[in-house]
């Protein structure tokens, strides 16, 4: 069966540091990977998705980027994170052609 | 855009229906979804409904759909307070890629 993992779990960094979160995929191949972020109060927003390795599509301009270096393995990174960076970001996949999205545990981001 | 929208708060008495309903804008929406989220946790899709169809039921749960007005709704039978969590409403449109837009989510309070 296809699990996805995400961490760390809880991240707690200081305006101007970096970020790195991690997802990946297992069972499945070639899946369609996404990275959400949910603020306080407010739905879902789609960030970051991929049909494949090294093919990332941005949703939102920001002070984030993504990269897939692996198949199942999709990375959310920042070189100086801001305040409004905070929030709970999920990590989502797909199969190809497949409707249906699984999301991971999520990784929640305090920056102060 | 597409748009989603529900209501933010319901709460309920343990032994209850619940009903959560939900609009959305996109005239071609393809499949409809329900997630719920646990506090701290990610999304876990609980069930979703083809846009050619106006009902499907799994055990507790049961998905009306009228594609006229646009309206989705979501009905759990017999609440209990492990019900508790936040309930999105998505859609897709058709086009292939199947990235959903989410509602903001209606927090559900069972209380007993």
């Known amino acids: 069966s296809q699990t996805i993992h995400q961490w760390p779990a809880t991240l707690v960094q200081p305006v101007g540091s970096p970020l790195s979160l991690e997802c990946t995929v297992e069972?499945?191949?070639?899946?369609?990977l996404y990275w959400y972020r949910q603020a306080a109060g407010r739905g879902l927003q789609l960030l970051f998705y991929s049909v494949g390795i090294g093919q990332i599509s941005s949703e939102v301009p920001q002070n984030l980027s993504a990269s897939r270096p692996q198949d199942r393995q999709f990375i959310l990174s920042s070189k100086k994170l801001l305040l409004s960076d905070s929030g709970f970001y999920l990590c989502a996949w797909s199969g190809q052609g497949v409707h249906e999205q699984f999301f991971g545990p999520g990784t929640r981001l305090t920056v102060l | 855009g597409e748009d989603v929208e529900q209501s933010l708060f319901l709460s309920v008495r343990e032994g209850d229906s619940s009903v959560i309903n939900c609009t959305y804008t996109?005239?071609?929406?393809?499949?409809l979804y329900w997630y719920k989220q646990e506090p701290g946790a990610g999304l876990q899709l609980l069930t979703y409904?083809?846009?050619?169809?106006d009902m499907k039921q799994d055990q507790r749960l049961t998905v009306l759909l009228n594609k006229k007005d646009k309206h989705l709704s979501l009905r759990i039978a017999d609440t209990q307070t492990g019900d508790s969590a936040i309930y999105f409403c998505a859609e897709t449109a058709s086009g292939g890629s199947y990235i959903p837009t989410f509602g903001r989510g209606t927090s559900l309070i069972v209380h007993p």
């Open positions: 409904i083809f846009s050619n169809m």
């Open positions: 069972g499945t191949s070639n899946p369609n």
């Open positions: 996109d005239s071609s929406s393809t499949y």
